[in-house]
T-cell receptor
């Protein structure tokens, strides 16, 4: 079946370095993608989203890249800080219209920042 | 402040008992959702509701029930039929037709 998954379950980076978290999706009909950050014991927090008519979107210290050809999504975090340590989930919605309210989540990547 | 509130944060239940988890939002969102999260896993959809007095089963609805009598509230009941209820439960909401879901802080249910 269709699924969203992540290449790396864990990622350790040095404070100040850039982090790249990857996500593969298999539903070619998906046209909306979201990255969430989840700290231990808390609910997921929205980071950034992107629609399929875009290849790149930037936020504050974060950039999401979408490669529809290979169905790949990545989250780049610049100058990683200890507060960035968390589990990061990508999520997709097969249709961003009124017909679909379901997000499909990947299993997440745990990012650990080394001081 | 607008947001989505889940209560309680921690909940203990004896095996064989039903328990209800609360979820309230003041974001004026039409859609609400319940997800289950197990350690080291992603989120799995239990139930969702697009409008008051209507809801649909998600991927793992067995052993759970919901109601949507008010726009602001979407309580989840974990029944004794749920064979493995110990988990972290997350409630979320989104605007009608939108897809960005806002999450509550979760309820950790432990069956003892």
């Amino acid at each position: 079946g269709e699924s969203v998954g992540l290449h790396l379950p864990t990622l350790s980076v040095q404070e100040g370095d850039n982090s790249i978290i990857n996500c593969a999706y298999s539903n070619s009909a998906s046209d909306y993608f979201i990255w969430y950050k989840q700290e231990s014991g808390k609910g997921p927090q929205f980071i950034i989203d992107i629609r399929s008519n875009m290849d790149k979107r930037q936020g504050q210290r974060v950039t999401v890249l979408l490669n529809k050809t290979v169905k790949h999504l990545s989250l780049q975090i610049a100058a990683t800080q200890p507060g960035d340590s968390a589990v990061y989930f990508c999520a997709e919605n097969p249709s961003s219209g009124a017909g679909s309210y379901q997000l499909t989540f990947g299993k997440g990547t745990k990012l650990s920042v080394i001081p | 402040d607008g947001g989505i509130t889940q209560s309680p944060k921690y909940l203990f239940r004896k095996e064989g008992q039903n328990v209800t988890l609360s979820c309230e939002q003041n974001l004026n969102h039409d859609a609400m959702y319940w997800y289950r999260q197990d350690p080291g896993q992603g989120l799995r959809l239990i139930y969702y509701s697009q409008i008051v007095n209507d809801f649909q089963k998600g991927d793992i609805a067995e052993g759970y029930s919901v109601s949507r009598e008010k726009k602001e509230s979407f309580p989840l009941t974990v029944t004794s039929a749920q064979k493995n209820p110990t988990a972290f439960y997350l409630c979320a909401s989104s605007i009608k037709g939108g897809t960005e879901a806002f999450f509550g802080q979760g309820t950790r249910l432990t069956v003892v």
